[in-house]
């Protein structure tokens, strides 16, 4: 049985290849990313297309496949809001999806990128290669004692309120379903409201959806305290990229972290150093010495990527042979 891989890089071709031995699927890969454009490209008689993040899953997409035979959509990401689900249900294709891979791996990142925009570890490392040792503008803050406001607790936000914790911060969250164990652990749930007005941190690990878009907005920036540190590894469209401008111009945001973009589907995952970017509010973000961006990098882990070969695959020989399946992993 065939997979068509869309959006696929050397190092999907090295996992999914190794993980594919108990299997023996056969597996074609594409570079480029799934939409209008390409569509058409798929082979008639295609059982399964296998896609990513910034592949576009439209009425119009679902319904080409479907003539050409696609019987089921597996997302080798948890996220989905790329996806017409209600176009794919009433064609007959299954969608599954990978709901958790190392969610330690994304956590671990949005770490990462607080720290490096906090001790700016990226600005010593440049400086002390040009011989040059002095220590001003390097000034940081200790992380101990701040409080860390973590915007939804499933697996990626629980692990990273651990590690905060164990930075000895104050952590509090926001999420619709508190999570029982962190909060025998510490953590404090709070409204959202309040959890924007109370934290030094803010780090977003809520899906992106229609309730949730821009929840980031010219209006709860203003409930922040001024000098807010804001980290971004979930998705971009939880930023509304005008107004945090605004509030790096007006010192409203210290520092700014994000490993996702809304337009990062032009942008993310290609080589474009010889390039000229249009792209003006991604050139304006990079332009500023508080702002830290990183090409959607944060589940870029040994542990992560076999899993989400090892999940994607089995979902796959799971729903092909009609065999159960775990409720996270199907989305249609």
Sequence with gaps: MKI?????????????????????????????HLGPHIVNAVDEGTPVVCTFVNDKLSEEVIGILAAKGVKVLALRCAGFNNVNLEAARKHGIRVCRVPAYSPEAVAEHAVAMLLTLNRKTHKAYNRVREQNFSLNGL??????????????????????????????????????FPDAALQAAGVEYLQLADVLATSDIISLHCPLSPESQYLINRDSLALMKKGV?????SRGGLLH???????????????LGIDVYEQEDKLFFKDLSGSIIADDAIQRLMSFPNVLVTGHQAFFTEEALQQIAQITLRSVDQLCNGKPLNEEVILV
Excluded: W
């Design 229 to 233: 540190t804001i980290i971004n590894t």
């Design 4 to 32: 068509l891989f869309f959006s696929a890089k050397p190092y999907d071709k090295h996992f999914f290849i190794r993980e594919n031995e108990p299997y023996g699927f056969e597996l074609e890969f594409l570079e480029t």
């Design 139 to 176: 000034l940081g803050f200790n992380l101990h004692g701040r409080t860390v406001g973590v915007i939804g607790t499933g697996k990626i936000g629980k692990a990273f309120c651990r590690i905060m914790a164990g930075f000895g911060c104050r952590v509090i969250a926001a999420d619709p």
């Design 241 to 255: 990229t005008a107004d945090v401008i605004e509030s790096l111009k007006s010192g409203q945001i210290a520092y």
